[in-house]
């Protein structure tokens, strides 16, 4: 998310009532979740764990439960809970805004645009030419959508992140003020559901094809040219590269890559990334070839017990 008015370390440490190190005029451009910063960005971090992931990552700003030692150019905030601030200030730049009216606040839909009854579009979206968007379909706020997009039937496009904290009261759910970006040419089948990224854009690429049923998480990227049957599942922050096919029920953990014109099979269930050009299949998937010779082996165990 990048701020309207870049604001400094001081004005954001000051904001959410915390000590700062660094320059008091270090600027702050914008405030991303690790998985998308870049320069000029604020982070936070609560885990020692994950501290030099975050001092050394692209953000320039890190929001810290402990004073560390500086890194050079860059500025902290001390903070003894920095998942909360760092939800405070995203609603603060960002505020949930309720709505009432089918078409949001600040959104732009092209005339060429064929919107069927019973179709919510939120606030800050666009619509290119030649869009579709069939019965029941909602459009949550900040989402972008080229030409020639359609989505299905009862479609859900930038809901929620499912990104939470658990705490001794419960779960505590990360406040997204991200969106989804849908390129030229992509079509979204009925009763999908493609998550906002938290902070960032959750991203299918041009001339993606999704069959129904389909769920994409948070600020997972999906190339050019893939195609993904009915029921497959991705966690968020995955990078899908282009012309992927995933069959029908692939389920894929968080973080990971899958190469160029890998194909998955389909029930197979993906723990780690995938090379490119090959084509996998099981539960955690292997090599389609390794797989069924491991599925052959298997069969015959019976008729070796029983030799024993």
Known sequence: MKLNTPHTLKEIAELIKCEFVG???????????????????????????????????????????????????????????????FNRLTRYFSPFKPQTQAIGENSV?????????????????????????????????????EDNVI??????????AFYY???????????????VHLKQNVEIGALCTIDAGVTGMTTIGEGTKIDNQVHIGHDTVVGKDCLMAANVGL????RIEDKVTLWGQVGCASDVTIGEGAIVLAQSGISKSLEGGK??????????????????????????????
Do not use: W
Not at 235 to 238: D, E, L, M, N
């Open 109 to 145: 839909v092209d005339e060429s645009a064929l919107i069927y009854p019973n179709v919510f579009i939120g606030h800050r979206v666009k619509i290119g030419k030649n869009v579709t968007l069939h019965p029941g379909v909602c459009i949550m706020d900040d989402c972008i959508l």
């Open 235 to 238: 966690a968020g922050c995955v």
């Open 23 to 85: 320059d008091p005029n270090h600027l702050v451009t914008g405030i991303n979740e690790i998985h998308v910063v870049v320069p000029g960005d604020l982070v936070f971090v609560d885990h020692p764990k994950y501290y030099e992931k975050a001092l050394k990552s692209a953000a320039t700003t890190v929001l810290i439960d402990q004073a560390v030692e500086c890194p050079k150019g860059k500025g902290l905030i001390i903070s003894k809970t920095p998942f909360d601030d």
């Open 151 to 160: 989505v299905g039937p009862n479609s859900v496009i930038g809901h929620y």
């Open 165 to 179: 904290k658990k705490k001794p009261t419960g779960f505590d759910r990360m406040h997204t003020c991200g969106g």
């Open 279 to 308: 084509t996998y299949f099981g539960s955690p998937c292997s090599d389609v070839k390794e797989k069924f010779r491991e599925m052959a082996a298997l069969r015959r165990l019976p008729q070796i017990l029983d030799k024993l």
